[in-house]
């Protein structure tokens, strides 16, 4: 064996090379699977190249194939609350592709965004996935006409582009479905700012679920909100809600926390329902919350695996991708539905 791999313990394609009688670049058409040679000579060159456990490093790779090997994860979403599960998927879709993320947060900053973006085309990443903190702003930079594919996840696409999200609306009728077959008729949404268009879809949702008398009550994300909530809804002449549906885990925490002051309990007397499934505050939520999950670890997952396939050069049609959404059923609305 080489000098080198003696050093360092690591097969070399020139070990390799050696090992098959062929010269490198045979080597790396057979394990690329380009170039013109016998089927034969292809097969024996891999079969050697297990035994002898070779594996081409990154750097060997993309000399070979034109590829980095990387894919950027550009997002300003600081606080990493919808970033980091997308990012987990996108990690777990490529790791058995030897592709690696990299992560840079821009803020709101579009001259940091920049920087970034500039400095992911000087590593030749082989393309870049976009997510955000809502789905209907898109990040402080142009990301279109790159040299590289882009798709984005959690946050508004340029146009003919790759985009993935949430499907808002099918998330909120699934609980409020669920909240009617619990038995419950009298049911409210408490929920943030308007201008959301995730705000905007679920709030329909409901309705179309609860009927256009169900009460939507819009404010801001915040667990203080749903106190007020709370105390809106108990001094109004109609009957308090049986049901309650909660555009997030932190209004709906403040829901449970404001209706237990009153003496009100959940979920014997009024069920809660959050969207987000913010697993760090559902479960801590006394009862642990049901929420409605995003699948953003599988939104992420299916924007790795497409980021890929453009990099690889397989056609994609464009356009907006809406992924279902689950609902967690935990304590706070009943753990099963009650008999028709």
Request: glycine share 10%; aromatic share 4%; with cysteine.
């Amino acid at each position: 064996m080489t000098t080198q791999r003696a050093k360092s313990g690591r097969v070399t394609i020139h070990d390799l090379a050696r090992e098959a009688g062929v010269s490198v670049s045979t080597v790396s058409k057979a394990l690329n699977d380009n170039g013109r040679m016998a089927a034969e000579t292809r097969a024996r060159i891999k079969r050697i190249a297990a035994e002898i456990g070779f594996r081409p490093n990154a750097l060997a790779r993309g000399l070979l194939s034109s590829r980095s090997f990387t894919i950027g994860l550009l997002t300003n979403d600081t606080y990493g609350r919808f970033t980091l599960p997308v990012m987990a998927g996108i990690s777990e879709a490529l790791v058995d592709h030897g592709v690696s993320v990299f992560l840079c947060a821009i803020e709101d900053d579009p001259a940091l965004g920049k920087v970034h973006v500039d400095a992911m085309l000087d590593k030749q990443v082989d393309g870049i996935i976009a997510t955000g903190k809502r789905i209907d702003r898109s990040l402080p930079v142009d990301l279109a006409g790159l040299p590289v594919p882009v798709v984005y996840a959690f946050t508004a696409g340029a146009p003919e582009s790759v985009t993935l999200m949430a499907d808002d609306a099918q998330g909120a009728a699934l609980a409020t479905a669920w909240l009617k077959k619990l038995g419950r008729l009298r049911l409210v949404h408490i929920t943030g700012p308007e201008d959301f268009v995730s705000v905007r879809e679920r709030a329909a949702a409901f309705s179309r679920e609860a009927g256009e008398d169900a009460p939507v009550l819009y404010g801001v994300w915040s667990e203080r909100w749903g106190h007020e909530a709370i105390a809106e809804l108990w001094s109004a002449e109609e009957g308090p809600p049986d049901g309650i549906f909660c555009g997030n885990d932190q209004i709906a925490r403040g829901v449970i926390d404001a209706l237990r002051e009153r003496g009100v309990k959940v979920p014997d007397d009024v069920s809660v329902i959050g969207f987000d499934n913010w697993e760090i505050l559902a479960e801590q939520t006394r009862p642990p919350l049901t929420t409605v999950d995003m699948n953003l670890k599988e939104l992420g997952r299916e924007a790795g695996l497409m980021v890929l396939a453009l990099a690889e050069g397989r056609p994609t049609e464009p356009g907006l991708r809406k992924l279902p959404c689950k609902l967690v059923v935990r304590h706070s609305c009943g753990g099963a539905a009650r008999p028709e």
